[in-house]
């Protein structure tokens, strides 16, 4: 599944490749997906419009066309764009075809069908993202206050911290030497303050190595989203800790999810 910094790499790429093109046909294939897809009626408010930019917004990308409308896109667990000079004979899963006024064709695919596609107003109410000056140890503090569930389910919860997921929520709690399973509201000034810092950087990081990951082809695909990522702590169950290099790193199930931790580094 996409996470924040996958889906702002989207967003870049698209950027790059769709500004200044216009939607002149629309095409839904299939409208089954987690919300029904808007059909060529519903989208004429955003067809022939110029598209002046992809903003994201958590795990949302809106299609900018300097109105008061937005295409709204969320990738789901499988979703994703194909960006190529003709309609891909061969594309499986396809839900929505968009031709543009440059000849180009923008395919959404999702085989697992969880994404979603809609014509709607930018969001007005703010989500916190974890950015420096959005997230800060306050909040965190406040969120965790009297919260007796795992501090690694309150952080991948997207009502709290909007784009947070397993890989990087791992990542933040070993760097802050804090166990998956630690109940929230245990944490002390000091931890949330470490936490917070944490969050920011693994985020901020992969946000920017996602970006240098783009090269500049011109086609979009699956691809694109998927960049090289170390992991320290997530997928490493059973290795030798990179951190202490004594301890062996073990792996508890939260809320459905795996979690690794290494025993020695995270308290
Ligand atoms: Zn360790």
Request: glycine share 8%; hydrophobic share 40%.
């Amino acid at each position: 599944m996409p996470e924040l910094p996958e889906v702002n790499t989207l967003a870049v790429a698209l950027a790059r490749q769709l500004r200044g093109d216009s939607i002149t046909e629309w095409h839904r294939l299939s409208p089954k997906l987690r919300l029904p897809i808007p059909g060529s009626k519903e989208a004429r408010a955003i067809i022939g419009g110029k598209i002046v930019g992809i903003k994201r917004v958590a795990k949302n990308l809106y299609f900018d066309f300097a109105g008061e409308l937005f295409l709204k896109a969320h990738l789901g667990m499988t979703g994703h764009f194909h960006l190529t000079p003709e309609p891909l004979k061969e594309l499986k899963h396809a839900h929505l075809r968009l031709k543009l006024q440059s000849g180009r064709i923008l395919t959404f695919c999702d085989p697992r069908r969880f994404g979603s596609i809609e014509i709607t107003a930018f969001p007005d109410e703010c989500v916190t993202e974890p950015f420096a000056g959005i997230l800060t140890p306050q909040y965190l503090a406040t969120v965790c206050a009297k919260k007796q569930c795992s501090i690694k389910a309150l952080i991948m919860d997207q009502q709290i911290i909007a784009g947070l997921g397993n890989i990087y929520a791992a990542e933040a709690l070993f760097a802050a030497g804090i166990r998956p399973d630690r109940a929230a509201a245990s944490l002390s000034r000091t931890e949330l303050k470490k936490l917070c810092q944490a969050i920011i950087t693994v985020i901020d990081k992969a946000v920017k190595d996602g970006i240098a990951s783009l090269t500049d082809q011109p086609e979009i695909d699956a691809d694109t989203t998927h960049f090289e990522i170390t992991t320290l702590i997530y997928g490493q169950q059973g290795g030798l800790c990179s951190k202490c290099r004594k301890g062996t790193v073990e792996m508890v199930r939260i809320g459905g999810r795996s979690s690794c931790y290494c025993p020695l580094c995270q308290k």
